[in-house]
């Protein structure tokens, strides 16, 4: 058994990308603009300026509230969290941090950890606007004021992760419910999830409802990655452990780090004498907002079919093993794409096999998305089709879809212009040459009588698959049956 026990709690912070505006401004919700020209006056804090709430932004925070069984609030209002930095044009951002602001509290998650089904305490839920993207280089800094004001929704949990793996499988689940519920794309490539990980470990003999056994918090800001949350962890750890086997770990105060990428390491920034006061005071410029209980109803209806309620229906409509079906839903544009296989006449098992044995291949082979490549659902049945219509084998079938993706050409062309309309497989060919055969029994005896018969039967095979049988295999079939009989 362990000597330590770790505690993790996360503070996971997610842009919500599925508004057309920003939360207190009408600026685009976007990120293909020039850096600093989606901005409006209220974003750079210009005098005489006033927010204006995000009616969609608010019901997007709730929708998650409600996903992670969180309890709403009675009234809907923010705070301001009061600082300065370049960032912050206003010196403050509006939030919704103290109790009971949020838009949930106390609600919980269901998460599998390696086989394991786990679960996490939610703390609280908040909506808030994100700060401008700096960027800091040798001898300067860029800032782009784009991102200020862009919906973002904060997730606190309670310390309930004991590993790395747990902490990241929670991640991921998460983004994988921010995307199937239409809150946010969840893309950690554009900057959208990054979290604030904090750390501790204790004892693994005490007990660990009781928080005066709890280790020091160390707190890592800003980790962009889930790779990166892993490692983060994973060090620190692994330097706590040094720490308190040297017997400097008990005495030690909290502590703010950040993750290192390069040196791959946490480096300090600042203890708890340097916490920041943020002298949070309610804004005064948004009207408190009496959440009725309608509303949250009809939010509620609108909640999308989750990740696992698809998983379910995978395994237990379409029969798929849970391996696939988990395959599957982990990324929602690659269980859309399966979706519509079915919707277009697809068959269930064939098109999972298609996707997790041969797409997902390609895609991670040529590390591109679903959405990048020329194949859509619909080519994919069609080349189901063909097979089944013993058009082409399924042999030729793979080429069919490397061509399609490729050449983006549509399937029926990629056939066409590799002459592949030939059925050169033999288990479709050779029973159709055994039947034909043994319904001409009489005109096997006239061949041993030295009568010329086959062309006769090539005929006859060309006939049934309208020309596509493979010549040369089709004759030697012919010759080896006629020979048996
Ligand atoms: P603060 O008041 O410093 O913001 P909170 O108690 O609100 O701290 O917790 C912030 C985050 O730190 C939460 O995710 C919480 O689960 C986590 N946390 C609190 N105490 C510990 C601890 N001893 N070890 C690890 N994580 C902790
Ligand atoms: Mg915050």
Request: net charge negative; aromatic share 8%.
């Amino acid at each position: 058994m362990n000597k330590y026990k770790v505690l993790i709690g996360l503070e996971m912070h997610c842009e919500i990308s599925e508004t057309n505006t920003k939360v207190f401004s009408g600026a685009e919700n976007s990120y293909k603009d020039e850096p600093n020209s989606n901005i409006r006056p209220v974003d750079m804090a210009f005098p005489g300026t006033l927010p204006v709430v995000n009616k969609e932004a608010i019901k997007k925070a709730l929708m998650a509230s409600l996903i992670l069984d969180c309890k709403q609030p009675e009234y809907i209002y923010f705070e301001r969290k009061n600082y300065y930095y370049p960032d912050l044009p206003k010196g403050f951002q509006i939030t919704q941090e103290t109790k009971p602001a949020p838009m949930g509290i106390y609600g919980r998650l269901e998460y599998e950890c390696n086989g394991e089904i786990k679960v996490a305490r939610i703390n609280n839920i908040h909506l808030e606007e994100d700060s401008a993207a700096t960027d800091h280089f040798e001898s300067y800094s860029t800032i782009n004021y784009n991102r200020a004001g862009v919906p973002l929704l904060e997730l606190v949990t309670e310390p309930d992760f004991r590993s790395a793996d747990e902490a990241v499988a929670f991640l991921e689940t998460m983004r994988s419910i921010y995307q199937y519920a239409g809150i946010s794309e969840a893309d950690s490539m554009k900057g959208q999830v990054r979290c604030d990980v904090n750390v501790s470990i204790m004892d693994s003999d005490k007990d660990e409802t009781d928080t005066n056994n709890w280790g020091t918090k160390i707190e890592i800001k800003n980790v962009n990655s889930f790779g990166g949350v892993r490692e983060a962890i994973n060090y620190e750890i692994g330097r706590q452990i040094a720490l308190k086997e040297s017997g400097e770990y008990d005495s030690m105060e909290q502590q703010t780090r950040r993750w290192d990428e390069e040196s791959a390491t946490t480096i300090y920034m600042r203890g708890k004498v340097d916490a920041i006061d943020y002298k949070y005071f309610v804004e005064p410029n948004i009207p408190k907002y009496k959440l009725s209980n309608e509303w949250l109803e009809e939010i509620r209806k609108s909640i999308p079919t989750l990740p696992n309620e698809r998983k379910e229906k995978y395994i237990k409509e379409y029969g798929l093993s849970e391996v696939d079906a988990k395959t599957i839903i982990k990324d929602k544009k690659i269980s859309d794409f399966y979706e519509r296989v079915i919707e277009a006449g697809g068959d269930v098992k064939s098109g999972a096999n298609w996707i997790t044995s041969i797409i997902l291949g390609y895609l991670n082979k040529t590390e591109q998305e679903i959405t990048d490549i020329y194949l859509t659902p619909e080519m994919l049945v069609e080349i189901m089709n063909m097979i089944n219509e013993g058009k082409i084998s399924s042999k030729q079938s793979k080429d069919v879809l490397n061509k399609v993706i490729e050449d983006k050409k549509e399937p029926k062309k990629v056939v066409k212009d590799l002459g592949m309309t030939k059925i050169s497989d033999e288990n479709i060919l050779r029973p159709m040459i055994v039947e034909i055969l043994e319904s001409h029994l009489e005109l096997i005896e006239e061949h041993r009588k030295g009568r010329n018969v086959f062309d006769f039967f090539v005929g006859q095979v060309m006939k049934q698959t309208r020309g596509q049988a493979d010549p040369s295999l089709t004759a030697k079939i012919l010759r080896e049956e006629i020979e048996k009989r």
